[in-house]
Each structure stands twice: as C-alpha cells, then as structure tokens.
C-alpha cells in the first residue's frame, strides 16, 4: 500500500534545484522544475550516481558520471531513448510540505 511521506519543505528545494531526499528508507532525487516539484530515484539506472548531484537544465538532469540525461518529469532517459528510464515517484505539495508517495 503506497504511503505519502513528507520529505523536504517547499523553501529549501528552490526553482532549478534539486536535492537528496529519504522516504521509507528510499533515496530520492527530489527536483523543483519553476515551481513543480517531481521525485526519481536517486540512483542513476545505468551505474548508480546520485542523480540528486547532477546538473539540471529546465526538466532535465544530466548524470554527474557519464552524461546521461534524464527528463525528471516521467523519468525517461533522452541519451539513449528505451534502453533505461528512473523510476519516478508521484509528489504532492500540501502547504510548505512537500510529500512523496512511495
Ligand atoms: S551512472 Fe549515470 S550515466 Fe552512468
């Protein structure tokens, strides 16, 4: 049964940031895309970089390690459509809260 868990506040996740977030013992990217907030897991699919730490271009990320690059907003991969998507996790805003259904 998917729960809806409280990972960050809106202010500490500006618009064009992102930042590394834990529910349920998951580590997610969380990512404010000018205003909208979606979360993919952490751990890039190809070898496992944080995605949380790579750089993000309007709704896109790039993999600090290989260069990847992943739509945060369905999770897939651009580089080489198909072959690898992130998982991505539904996020609701409830007031400063920010919460994430896993
Ligand atoms: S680990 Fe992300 S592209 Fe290789």
Redesign the pocket.
Known sequence: MPALIRVANVYDVPPGSSTLVEADGQFLALFNVGGTFYAIDDA?P????S?SEGEIRGCVVI??????EFDVTNGKLLTQPGILNAVTYPVVVEGDAVLVEV
């Open positions: 890039c190809h070898q496992g970089a995605l993999c600090p390690w290989h260069g990847w």
